[in-house]
C-alpha cells in the first residue's frame, strides 16, 4: 500500500493511544506462565503482539476473546512442546523473550521469522543462555534457532549494553533457574518486565541498575494496558511541528525509563503538559496536551538513549525544525533494527531536503530547514522509518509518497485512522 501525505492543516482534538506493544507483549506471556486465569484488557492488536499470542497457543495455553479489548489467558496446565515451528514474525521482542522462557523447558522447540527479523543479531541472548546451561543450536547467532530443554542455573550477568530484550530474555529463563539469576546493565532500560514481575508476584529486588531474581512462580493478575508513548511519539512531534497545532493525547504510559522523549522534547523547547496522572497495573500513565512550539537544538547522548531508542527517528524529524544543530550520539544500536534506522533515517530525511549527517552512532543534524518533499520515500520493511516519515511529510512544501506503507500495520495499524481524528 502506498499513500501520499500533503502538507498539513493545524492538528486540533483529542484522541486516545492504543495499547504499549512492550507491555502486551510480556502480558500475554507472563500470563501463559502462571498456573490460572488471567484476564488482559486494552491490548495492542498489531501484528507484532498478535506473533506472541499466537505462540503461546502453540505452546498449549488457551486463549478467549470475550471481545475486541478484552481476553482471558487459561495457563491451568503446563506449557507443552509445540507441534510446528514457532514463528515469530516480524517481532525482536517476541523471539528474544521467547527464547528465554523456553530455554528452561522439558521440550525442545524452534523459533523461525521473516526475512528481515532472521538478520537481526540473537548472539546477545543466547550466550547468556548458554552461560545458564541452555543448548540452543543456531547458524552464527541467526534465526531459526532451535532451542532444547534443560535444567538452568541462575548466573550474575554484567550485559555491556542497556536491553530490555536481553534483561528480559535472562530474567524469564531465571524464573525456572536454580538459584539466584543477577543481572546488571550500564543504564537502566525500559523496566516494564521487572513491574510486571512484582505485580505478579515474582521474588525479584531491584538496585538501581541491578535486577536480583530467585526462582519463582508467577500469580495470575488482572492487567489493563496503558497507551503506547513510542506511538504517541509521532502525534507529540506532529503537533510541536505544524504551526497552530494544539491536541491532547489520552492515556499514555510515562513510565520513566520511557519518558526519555518527553524530557528531551521539553528540554527543545516543546510545550507538553501532562495531565491526569494515574497508576494502571503497576505503570504510570497520563493525558499528554501537545502545543505547536519553536523548537531548539540539543545534543541526545548517554544515558537517556535507551529511554528513547525508538523514537530516534522521529525526533530527528523534529531536528530538521529545530533552531540549531541537534547531535545525537550513542545510538549504535539503531543499525539492528528492522533496518539499519540510521541509514535509513539519513538517506530519506535527505531525500525531502533535511541537511542531516549520518555518524557510525547517530546524526548531526542541522535545522530549521523547509523540507521540499515531492518524491518517493522508501520505508525499508520498518513500521518506524514509515511513520516519521508520514510526520515529515506533514510540514513538507508539496506532497511526498510512501512506498509500502502497509509494514506500520506491525505495530500500529490505528495510525491513519487517528491522525484523520486530529487532522479533519
Not at 44 to 57: E, F, H, Q, R, V
Not at 118 to 146: F, Q, T
Not at 178 to 192: A, L, M, V, W
Not at 263 to 286: P, T, W
Request: proline share 3%; aromatic share 6%.
Amino acid at each position: 500500500m502506498d499513500i501520499t501525505i500533503e502538507k498539513s492543516k493545524p492538528l486540533k482534538g483529542s484522541i486516545i493511544i492504543p495499547a504499549d506493544k512492550s507491555i502486551t507483549h510480556r502480558a500475554f506471556m507472563f500470563s501463559a506462565l502462571t498456573k490460572g486465569k488471567a484476564k488482559i484488557s486494552d491490548f495492542s492488536k498489531g501484528a507484532d503482539c498478535m506473533s506472541t499470542l499466537n505462540i503461546i497457543k502453540q505452546l498449549g495455553v488457551n486463549v478467549e476473546f470475550l471481545n475486541e479489548k478484552e481476553l482471558i489467558i487459561d495457563a491451568c496446565n503446563a506449557l507443552r512442546s509445540p507441534k510446528e515451528a514457532l514463528d515469530c514474525g516480524n517481532s525482536g521482542t517476541t523471539t528474544r523473550l521467547m527464547a528465554g522462557i523456553l530455554a528452561g523447558q522439558h521440550f525442545n522447540s524452534k523459533l523461525t521469522g521473516d526475512i528481515s527479523l532472521s538478520k537481526r543479531p540473537m548472539k546477545r541472548v543466547i550466550a547468556p543462555l548458554e552461560m545458564m546451561g541452555a543448548k540452543i543450536k543456531h547458524n552464527d547467532y541467526k534465526l531459526p534457532i532451535e532451542i532444547f530443554g534443560s535444567n538452568l542455573n541462575g548466573i550474575k550477568y554484567i550485559s555491556p549494553l542497556a536491553s530490555a530484550q536481553v534483561k528480559s530474555c535472562i530474567l524469564l529463563a531465571g524464573l525456572n533457574a536454580d538459584g539466584q539469576t543477577i543481572f546488571s546493565e550500564p543504564y537502566k532500560s525500559r523496566n516494564h518486565t521487572e513491574l510486571m514481575f512484582e505485580y505478579m508476584g515474582a521474588d525479584i529486588t531491584i538496585n538501581n541498575n541491578t535486577i536480583t531474581l530467585k526462582k519463582s512462580q508467577l500469580n495470575p493478575v488482572e492487567i489493563t494496558v496503558c497507551g503506547d508513548i513510542s506511538s504517541a511519539a509521532f502525534f507529540i512531534i506532529a503537533a510541536l511541528i505544524v504551526p497552530g497545532s494544539d491536541i491532547i493525547l489520552r492515556n499514555v504510559g510515562i513510565n520513566e525509563t520511557r519518558s526519555g522523549i518527553i524530557d528531551i522534547l521539553k528540554a527543545m523547547n516543546g510545550s507538553i503538559e501532562i495531565q491526569n496522572e494515574r497508576v494502571i497495573s503497576n505503570e504510570k500513565v497520563a493525558d499528554l496536551r501537545v502545543k505547536y512550539s519553536d523548537l531548539k537544538a540539543v545534543t541526545i547522548e548517554g544515558s537517556i538513549i535507551p529511554r528513547l531508542i525508538d523514537e530516534i527517528p522521529v525526533i530527528a524529524v523534529a531536528a530538521t525544525q529545530a533552531e540549531g544543530t541537534t547531535i545525537i550520539k550513542d545510538a549504535q544500536d539503531l543499525r539492528n533494527k528492522e533496518a539499519d534506522r540510521i541509514s535509513a533515517v539519513k538517506t530519506e530525511l535527505f531525500k525531502l531536503g533535511a541537511d542531516i549527517e549520518e555518524t557510525q552512532d547517530g546524526f548531526i543534524i542541522n535545522g530549521k530547514k523547509q523540507l521540499k518533499g515531492d518524491c518517493e520515500i522508501e520505508c525499508y520493511n520498518d513500521h518506524r522509518i514509515a511513520m516519521s516519515c508520514y510526520v515529515a511529510g506533514l510540514v513538507c512544501k508539496k506532497p511526498i509518497k510512501i512506498n509500502e506503507f502497509q509494514w506500520v500495520n506491525i505495530s500500529f495499524p490505528e495510525f491513519l485512522n487517528l491522525f484523520s481524528l486530529i487532522n479533519s
